[in-house]
């Protein structure tokens, strides 16, 4: 005789430990769930509330300068690691997990105007105001100095002929380079510079080795013009002036030939090396000049540092800020960095603080079960999924900043608004063809030299 029994196995309804919740049986069939579409919309609406709630960016301060932070870099091979300099001559080193100094010298007479590290992490690069490169060793990076000043060894001083606004390290040769009146090469063998590169006469403010193409540099001078070299040729590669001048530039660490300028028009420009004659994207929200511009490891973003008080973090494709960062004590912002593992940013400002911050700033930090893994991936899905509709969009690009920033804000729109009202009157009232009309994108740009 044959008999038909019902058999259940526990795993399927009991729960593993009596911290665990109890598993739910569920039938994926659509007829069953017509409601799915309208459950889904608002699971998407809470995520976002959600994200408000718990957006708490700032992680710490690091005190411990005298003067305005001016300039800082990451450490190329730890992640915790970060070197900053200010206005009075001062470079620390910090790390970031425990917010402790970690090296802290006078090496300059006024500003630090530049530092990098070099790709073996061996040494640092700093130069100054007063004409001099100081290179110094990082035997002692990750450890507490000792407090005895004898057992150091006094960094390498190379005086150069012209005061230094900023200086960055080649990724694969023994050479660096300078910026000032001139763009120099140097090695860290040699007291003098190999080779001189110049196009113009104004004064260059920052200099860059592309990390993908080595051998190509770029710069931004004060004749508002952007100038890319190539230190294998004997000439320049070309040049683009632009309405006003470009503070800082930083290049796009996935993509070689694209790179990003800070510009006093309060806005960031992103070109490719191989068209100057128009920007590929233009970033706008900034209510001041824009001081520093830094990628992350990703490509996909950047952040910016501007006089305006704030932090904001673009996406490399899109024209307006997914988020800004700012306190009520932090001043102008001179300098950003973003962490190797893509996590977290570090800001220098006027007040002599470095500021800790989020890249994301709703992320949980610590470790997270693979229940809250499952749970926020499925969130981030339906956000992207309903990101368009108007509730959901509203709650997801409005932030509340100072009053100050707001009012500032409020000003340019309308005067924007003012000149756009005032060219579309002479276009009415001229010829056809008269008054052009001319991109966004190629506004900024007076002329390009090749």
């Known amino acids: 005789m044959k008999v038909k029994v019902l058999s259940r196995d526990a795993r399927d309804y009991k729960r593993k430990t009596k911290h665990d919740i109890h598993p739910m049986q569920s039938n994926p069939d659509p007829s069953l769930h017509p409601l799915e579409a309208a459950r889904e919309y608002k699971r998407a609406l809470n995520a976002v509330k959600l994200e ?98 004898d057992v150091e060894e006094a960094p390498l001083s190379i005086v150069g002929a012209n005061f230094f606004t900023g200086v960055d390290h080649h990724r694969a040769k023994d050479m660096f380079a300078t910026s000032g009146p001139a763009v120099e090469l140097w090695s860290q063998t040699r007291s003098e510079p190999l080779r001189n590169l110049t196009w113009g006469v104004d004064t260059t403010n920052c200099v860059k080795f592309n990390q993908v193409e080595t051998n190509i540099l770029a710069t931004t001078a004060d004749d508002r013009s952007i100038t890319l070299f190539d230190v294998r040729a004997s000439s320049p590669m070309r040049k683009v002036v632009l309405a006003m001048r470009s503070n800082r530039l930083c290049w796009n660490p996935m993509e070689a030939f694209n790179f990003t300028v800070a510009n006093e028009d309060h806005n960031l ?38 006089y305006d008080r704030t932090v904001r973090i673009f996406a490399v494709d899109k024209g307006h800020s997914r988020e800004v960062y700012h306190t009520r004590r932090m001043q102008r912002v001179f300098c950003v960095q973003w962490s190797g593992d893509n996590k977290y940013i570090v800001s220098g400002s006027d007040e002599t603080n470095l500021r800790l911050w989020k890249a994301t700033a709703w992320e949980q930090l ?30 997801t690009r409005q932030r509340h900043v100072p009053k100050a920033i707001y009012s500032a804000k409020m000003r340019k729109r309308e005067m924007e608004m003012a000149e756009k009202r005032k060219e579309d009157n002479r276009r009415t009232h001229s010829k056809p063809g008269a008054v052009p009309y001319k991109p966004q994108r190629k506004k900024a740009i007076i002329q390009e030299k090749k």
């Open 366 to 395: 610590g470790t997270k079960s693979a229940r809250q893994k499952t749970n926020l991936e499925y969130q981030e899905k339906l956000k992207e999924k309903f990101k368009h509709h108007p509730e959901v969009a509203k709650i």
């Open 52 to 149: 408000r709630v718990f957006a708490k960016p700032f992680l710490g301060s690091l005190d411990g300068h005298r003067d305005g932070v001016h300039c800082c870099v990451r450490h190329p091979k730890r992640l915790s690691v970060v070197l900053s300099g200010a206005c009075d001559g001062e470079l620390r080193i910090w790390n970031l997990a425990t917010k402790k100094c970690l090296y802290a010298k006078t090496l300059h007479e006024g500003f630090v105007r530049g530092v990098c590290v070099t790709p073996s992490a061996r040494q640092f690069i700093t130069v100054g105001q007063d004409k001099t490169i100081k290179i110094a060793k990082m035997d002692q990076v990750g450890v507490e100095v000792a407090d005895n000043d």
């Open 269 to 306: 420009y992103t070109f490719d090396m191989r068209r100057l004659d128009h920007a590929i994207n233009v970033h706008k929200d900034h209510v001041s000049a824009v001081m520093d511009v830094a990628y992350s490891p990703t490509g996909t973003e950047f952040a910016t540092a501007s």
